[in-house]
């Protein structure tokens, strides 16, 4: 019920899981349910310098546009060569989070022991944690503990996708939250238009006379004598 409310307001939830039988897991659920993931490095500062992150996101972005457009051609091979495998390392850092405009409103995690940083970054400012905790863990700090085993990838699969679940079932509730939005300021232009008349009643101009009746000439016939 959270994480469908948070995303029925329009939130974002950021997945996240960097041990290595939880990536593949954690990326499918993610992108099944349209939502950012970190399952590489943790790169600093995610959560509490979002600014700087903007500016690597955008530098990925506008590299990966200008190779699109073709517009990297220009430079030599060399060159490009190095602008390939910078878009390649900023893949790796930030792909899963290339599409996040704002800070995400929660995080769900898979271990928080692993992903110490991520939980460290979210608590400073108070960002709400979904999170898978085993019995070796301490769940302080954590909005929403899920009890269960973070190594087994059963269960990984299995919360990871009710969490995707969630996460779709709050997004049809912001689309009917919009359409509804969306209905009743029609509705309330249409009532405030001003009621007019089926045939509305057109005043004369007062350019326009009144035709001049003319009477018929009567020409009489010649007599012939």
Not at 60 to 75: F, P, T
Not at 189 to 195: G, H, N, V
Request: hydrophobic share 40%; charged share 30%.
């Amino acid at each position: 019920a959270f994480v469908q409310g948070i995303v029925g307001r329009g939130g974002t939830i950021l997945f996240v899981g960097t041990k290595r039988q939880a990536q593949s897991i954690v990326i499918e659920a993610a992108e099944r349910c349209g939502m950012p993931h970190v399952t590489g490095r943790w790169l600093g500062g995610t959560m509490t310098n979002f600014v700087e992150i903007k500016k690597v996101l955008r530098r990925l972005k506008d590299l990966k546009a200008q190779r699109e457009s073709g517009a990297l051609k220009k430079y030599t091979k060399f060159e490009q060569l190095e602008f390939t495998r910078e878009i390649a390392e900023l893949e790796a850092k930030v792909g899963g989070i290339q599409n996040l405009e704002k800070r995400p409103e929660a995080l769900f995690v898979v271990d928080t022991r692993h992903e110490k940083t991520a939980v460290h970054e979210a608590r400073a400012i108070a960002t709400p944690i979904i999170a898978m905790c085993d019995t070796n863990t301490k769940p302080e700090g954590i909005a929403y503990v899920i009890p269960s085993n973070d190594d087994a990838v059963k269960s990984i699969r299995l919360i990871a996708g009710l969490v995707a679940e969630a996460v779709l079932e709050g997004k049809k509730d912001y689309e009917k939250a919009e359409a509804g939005k969306l209905s009743e300021l029609k509705s309330k232009q249409t009532a405030d238009l001003p009621e007019a008349s089926v045939f509305p009643s057109v005043a004369p101009s007062p350019l326009i006379k009144e035709p001049l009746t003319v009477a018929p000439t009567v020409v009489e016939p010649e007599t012939i004598s």
